[in-house]
């Protein structure tokens, strides 16, 4: 039948030398093992916390962008809310100072002409009036020109006031441009 079965020492050939084990060098082995894991770990655990924390700064960031550029363009506009009214200021000032004198003008002949022509009505009424005009030598003499050929006699008394004044018999005409004088010197102010 077949082969007797062998004696349980007979499986272990105690004969054989036990293999020699250097614990140190096991113990060293293990070691760098577990500082390899644990460095691992440590990387891992602190990469993961720098990642939240770049991503909380880029966060923060991101945030104080934001509200330094709401802040900057309130500011940018209400700096060019000021310097467009103060820019409408000016171009208004100066527009007036350009156009006041020759408003001055345009307003001064018609107020000769009309004196011109209310003179002439209140003469054709009487013949042979009198009329007395008080004011500048240079309105005068622009109220002169409006009377060509017939025209009523004229007195002229020279007086610094910009308005022209007519008077004949009961009647007393006068221009109103010293009111308009005050009142482009308030708008110019």
Same mark, same amino acid.
């Given at each position: 039948?077949g082969?007797?079965?062998a004696a349980?020492?007979a499986?272990f050939?105690?004969?054989?030398p036990?293999p ?23 990387s891992?655990?602190?990469?993961e916390?720098?990642?939240?924390m770049?991503?909380?700064h880029a966060a &923060?960031?991101?945030q104080?962008r934001d509200s330094y ?8 506009? =209400?700096?060019f $809310?000021a310097? &467009? ?7 208004a $000032?100066q527009a007036?100072n350009v ?5 001055d ?5 018609k107020a000769?002409?009309?004196?011109a022509t209310?003179i002439?009505?209140?003469?054709q009424?009487? =013949? ?6 008080k004011?500048p030598s240079?309105l005068?003499?622009m109220?002169? $020109?409006?009377f060509e050929?017939h ?5 002229h008394l ?6 022209l004044?007519?008077e004949?018999?009961d009647?007393v005409?006068?221009t109103?441009m010293a ?9 110019l102010a």
């Amino acid at each position: 039948m077949g082969r007797p079965a062998a004696a349980p020492e007979a499986l272990f050939d105690l004969s054989d030398p036990e293999p020699q084990v250097d614990v140190e060098a096991e113990r060293a082995k293990a070691f760098a093992e577990g500082r390899a894991e644990a460095e691992a770990d440590l990387s891992r655990t602190h990469r993961e916390e720098m990642e939240a924390m770049q991503a909380a700064h880029a966060a &923060s960031l991101a945030q104080l962008r934001d509200s330094y550029e709401k802040q900057a363009a309130a500011m940018i506009a =209400e700096r060019f $809310s000021a310097m &467009s009214d103060t820019m409408a200021d000016l171009l208004a $000032s100066q527009a007036a100072n350009v156009l006041a004198p020759v408003l001055d003008e345009v307003l001064t002949r018609k107020a000769v002409a009309d004196l011109a022509t209310m003179i002439r009505s209140g003469c054709q009424e009487g =013949e042979g009036l009198v009329v007395t005009v008080k004011g500048p030598s240079y309105l005068y003499e622009m109220l002169l $020109s409006h009377f060509e050929g017939h025209a009523p006699l004229f007195r002229h008394l020279e007086a610094a006031d910009l308005d022209l004044s007519a008077e004949f018999g009961d009647t007393v005409l006068v221009t109103r441009m010293a009111a308009w004088a005050d009142t482009v010197r308030r708008v110019l102010a």
